[in-house]
């Protein structure tokens, strides 16, 4: 069993709908990160979290710690978005151990 | 501020040939990492540099790949001899990490690998 899971592998959405990524892991952690990968580019952090709720923009995560759940929402979704959105957990050295992605895919 | 460089962007050789590749971590960053990233996988840490020293290396396959991070900056990651399955995308990332606490890494655009 992967250390931090993902769901779901791949996800299609219409323009504006409301979007949800799901994460569990099974490791303690020192934060939980949701990091953003287009097709051919780096990796972008989108947040670095280790309780309760963030919220950037339309982008919107949470954790929590007692279930080891993360959700990413995405709200009002926009074909701009569509990229492959990872899942990360961060160890006591700084090290990073990635689940294997969700691949979005947002329809004009 | 300048952001985590690496080259080349993209490679490509033959199985047993030899490959380097480079990268330059955001000024002041005290640890840097390579990842390896198969298609459709998330990102594997192969080694994590605190300045010149290793901190982690365990999933690093030493019999081919071998790393080094001289004065603490700049870094090279070497496969001789590379596989087919050597073929990934090869991330570079780095952070403070000066002390306790967690810091937020920062990745490169990363190097496309093909082995033929």
């Known amino acids: ?108 | 501020e300048a952001g985590v460089a690496q080259s080349p962007r993209y490679k490509i050789i033959e199985k047993r040939q030899s490959v380097a590749f480079w990268c330059n971590p955001i000024s002041g960053h005290a640890t840097l990492y390579w990842y390896q990233q198969i298609l459709g996988q998330g990102p594997k840490l192969l080694i994590q540099f605190q300045n010149n020293g290793v901190v982690d290396d365990s999933q690093l396959p030493k019999d081919r790949f071998s790393a080094e991070r001289l004065k603490g900056v700049d870094s090279t990651l070497k496969i001789q001899p590379a596989k087919l399955e050597d073929s990934a995308v090869y991330l570079c990332a780095s952070s403070l990490n000066r002390g306790s606490g967690y810091y937020e890494q920062y990745f490169g655009p990363g190097t496309r690998l093909t082995v033929t």
């Open chain 1, 1 to 108: 069993k992967n250390e931090v899971e993902q769901s779901p592998q791949n996800l299609t959405a219409q323009e504006g709908e409301f979007i949800t990524i799901n994460c569990s892991y099974s490791v303690g952690i020192s934060a939980l990160h949701w990091l953003q990968q287009h097709p051919g580019g780096g990796i972008v952090s989108l947040f670095m979290l280790s309780s309760g709720k963030k919220k950037h923009g339309r982008l919107i995560a949470t954790i929590n710690i007692q279930e080891k759940h993360s959700s990413l929402h995405i709200t009002a979704s926009h074909p701009r978005d569509s990229a492959v959105y990872i899942c990360a957990v961060g160890g006591s050295q700084g090290n990073l151990i990635f689940g294997k992605g969700t691949k979005l895919s947002v329809k004009p």
